[in-house]
């Protein structure tokens, strides 16, 4: 069966990447703004992880695998996110 | 997988469920969690032994919203669960809005949902291959669930492997071999010879090595427990010596030799195959070389010996006219390749004994210390006798 559109928006989508630790916590209370380069290379960092076309940009498939149901644990923690080998 | 960087020194964890959930008998969760934890417990010398009261090392809760840890639950859908590692307490919450259900491919599966988290909660983090229990995302009831080798070669990177005389090591088709011991180094064929016919990536995230006959499945530092295996007996109807194989953004994966080409869902045929390449890649020469899906487009890319085409399928002709171009455009990487692989934002290329890292953001071999190319043996295959720094033979591998 054919998959639902994607279900979320870009602020939901910039803050699901702070969540799970693509992105430094988003202060609600100061209003921050953020390079679009940062951003990039977050949005990068998750569809590498999640096994995704790499754009950087949030096209329709990332925009999906985020509005799955998920572990609310970082996907970005400890050594194991240290320098790659290869 | 990818290890916090904090386990439990002991070997017997004790827990307790502090608060049920809404919807399920207390006996039926017991159960389900005892289950969740022996899933760990099978391939180590781990022990979990529930409380019902008093202190314990990991204590469960079933809760709503915000719950007094500064992480409120969202309701129903989105995150699920979760829990912290071992340095933190290893305590694991569950989302008690989510319908949580038990053998049931309605609402969200308790058990494989807490043998996740209490992964956590014994210092796994999240794993990027998509087949392990580890991975961040819920993949739907599974009725016959089976630990990924990923998992159990994280557990037991943490708190070793199972000690045999305590305990049965489960042996299923999967796992059947783990207690055969790895050969050594010096029989491994990919060390003493580390020309490949051709590696790829599976849809589920393994990455693999054909050569003959064979296989072989790599780990994040080399290859796994209980390989070589014959190539025909996992992918029935395939030849040996494959020239070239991808996995595309529709989960297939594709394997090409001479003429033909093959298309599979995981390790089952996608249809009837054999088909020619002519035909099902119009444009594309017979015997290629390599082939991969480049991450900066999503387009495939065929290479056969000096040339290269770009194919895609959403296009009429699916091959422009202005292919094929000359490798030398990819800057740095040799000519008659023998395989590539994409791993973590990059493409490697494979050539002889040694490999290229090909960055494809800023599209040229990343310069590094030590330079590529380095060997294939090092740094992909775990053959720690290999050279481990730069391959001496560089210009003669790029002319």
Known sequence: ????????????????????????????????????????????????????????????????????????????????????KR | YALQGSRWRVKKLTYKISKYPRNLP???????????????????????????????????????????????????????????????????????????????????????????????????SHSDIKSALMAPFYRGYVPYFQLDDDDIQGIQALYGKKNVNTGSIPVGPKHGTTTVAPPSEEDSELCTDPKVDTMFSSAEGHMYVFKG??????????????????????????????????TYKNGKTYFFKGSKYWRYVGKRMDGDYPKEI?????????????VTVWTGNGKIYFYKGTKFWRFDPTQKPPVKNTYPKLISNWEDIPDNLDASIVYRSYTYFFKGDAYYRFNDRTFSVDIADPAFPRSTAYWWFGCRSANKGTLGNVQWMRN
């Not at chain 1, 916590?25 to 992880?49: C, D, H, R, V, Y």
Request: charged fraction near 20%.
């Open chain 1, 1 to 84: 069966s054919e998959d639902q559109a994607p279900v979320i928006s870009q602020t939901t989508a910039m803050n699901y990447l702070s969540q799970f630790g693509y992105l430094q916590p988003i202060n609600p209370t100061s209003g921050g703004i953020i390079s679009q380069n940062t951003l990039s290379k977050a949005i990068a960092e998750f569809q590498a992880f999640a096994g995704l076309n790499i754009t950087g940009d949030f096209d329709e498939d990332t925009y999906k695998l985020m509005a799955l149901p998920r572990c609310g644990v970082k996907d970005k923690v400890g050594p194991g996110f240290g320098r790659s």
């Open chain 2, 26 to 124: 207390q006996n039926k969760v017991d159960v389900e969690l005892n289950k969740a934890f022996k899933v760990w417990s099978d391939y180590t010398d781990l022990v979990f032994v529930q409380k019902k009261s008093g202190q314990v090392h990991i204590e469960i809760r079933f809760e709503k919203g915000e719950h007094g840890d500064g992480d409120p639950f969202d309701g129903p859908g989105g995150t699920l669960a979760h829990a912290y590692f071992p340095v933190y307490g290893g305590d694991a919450h569950f989302d008690d809005a989510e319908q949580w259900t038990i053998d049931s491919f309605r609402g969200t599966n308790l058990f494989q949902v807490a043998a996740h988290e209490f992964g956590h909660s014994l210092g796994l």
């Open chain 2, 213 to 246: 006959d064979r296989y072989w499945r790599l780990t994040a530092d080399g290859v796994a427990v209980g390989y070589p295996k014959l190539i025909s007996h996992s992918w029935k109807g395939l030849p040996g010596n494959i020239d070239a194989a991808f």
């Open chain 2, 278 to 290: 002519s035909e099902g890649f119009t444009g594309i020469p017979d015997n290629i070389d390599t």
